[in-house]
């Protein structure tokens, strides 16, 4: 019943995605707009029912549609800047859309879990479809750890510099900007191109370690009730599921005991559960 309650409050949070816009600002009701609720609708629905190949598609779709027809448009970093700049200003009667663009993701993101990072986001699209399982490297929990913190201080930055300065800056050191509009400086292609081949062996390098957006959404989710939980009671510890978790969220600090999970870092992707024999890993939310 609660689980009801939740996901119910969930979907019309979608709802509420969908039409606050448009009914508070006045502003046409943009196909950008619509598709990425639907896009994250979709996603809640696959997911809820187990249909993890439908993330593929999406994020295929996001990367054309959002990617390249819309020069990736779907970045709510700069919604986020934008707040900070109208902050920094004074300029309060600009807030509200971009407000309610960053707030009602992060509501999303409570409700149904990182969603966006695994399911929706272009750039993250990007990583995944270049990633090949078989030259994968798995680094050492302890600087994946390190590597980490460094996504949280460019979220600081973030928050902090527009906010001085009154001027956005990320779109400027944004490699995927220049990817989807194919147009850029020549330091930002060299960053890109460092960032697309690591990506052949590292998951998600950007997502994990970079991307400021992704750390604040990774925040929220941990606090989700539709995040991943592991059974310790239950669990084997027969390692199946961290083989399988390329992001390293699900990893052992000690071996023969059952892994932990970094949620911040956890996409959803379903391997895990999808491959626990025990059935002792998943979302209980
Ligand atoms: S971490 Fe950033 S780039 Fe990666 S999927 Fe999330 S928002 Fe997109
Ligand atoms: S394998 Fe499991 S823990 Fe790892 S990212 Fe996917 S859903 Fe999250």
């Avoid at 920094?88 to 009667?93: A, I, M, N, V, W």
């Avoid at 707030?103 to 699209?125: P, R």
């Avoid at 604040?216 to 592991?230: A, D, E, M, Q, W």
Wanted: a positive charge.
């Amino acid at each position: 019943m609660r689980n009801l309650w939740f996901r119910g409050t969930g979907f019309l949070t979608l709802l509420l995605f969908l039409l606050l816009p448009p009914i508070l600002i006045g502003q046409a009701w943009t196909l950008r707009w619509t598709l990425l609720t639907l896009f994250l609708f979709v996603a809640a629905l696959a997911y809820r029912f187990r249909l993890f190949w439908v993330r593929y598609p999406l994020l295929a779709l996001s990367i054309g549609y959002f990617g390249f027809y819309e020069g990736s448009c779907l970045c709510e970093t700069g919604a986020l800047e934008s707040l900070m700049v109208f902050l920094g200003l004074g300029r309060f009667s600009a807030l509200l859309l971009p407000l309610i663009r960053v707030l009602l993701l992060l509501v999303v993101v409570f409700f149904f879990g990182n969603l966006f990072c695994g399911w929706v986001c272009q750039k993250g699209g990007v990583q995944e479809f270049l990633y090949r399982e078989r030259w994968g490297l798995k680094l050492p929990v302890r600087v994946v750890f390190f590597l980490e913190r460094i996504r949280y201080l460019v979220l600081a930055g973030l928050i902090v510099l527009p906010l001085l300065f009154h001027r956005r800056f990320f779109r400027e050191v944004d490699p995927f900007r220049l990817l989807f509009n194919l147009d850029g400086p020549l330091f930002l292609l060299l960053i890109l191109l460092t960032f697309l081949l690591l990506s052949l062996f590292v998951y998600r390098p950007f997502c994990r370690f970079f991307c400021p957006l992704g750390a604040l959404l990774g925040l929220v989710h941990r606090f989700s009730p539709g995040r991943i939980r592991v059974d310790h009671e239950t669990c084997r510890a027969d390692q199946a599921c961290t083989k399988e978790c390329f992001s390293q969220a699900l990893h052992t600090l000690k071996a023969g005991e059952p892994p932990e999970l970094n949620t911040q870092n956890c996409y959803l992707c379903g391997q895990c559960s999808s491959r626990c024999p025990k059935g002792c890993i998943g979302r209980k939310g």
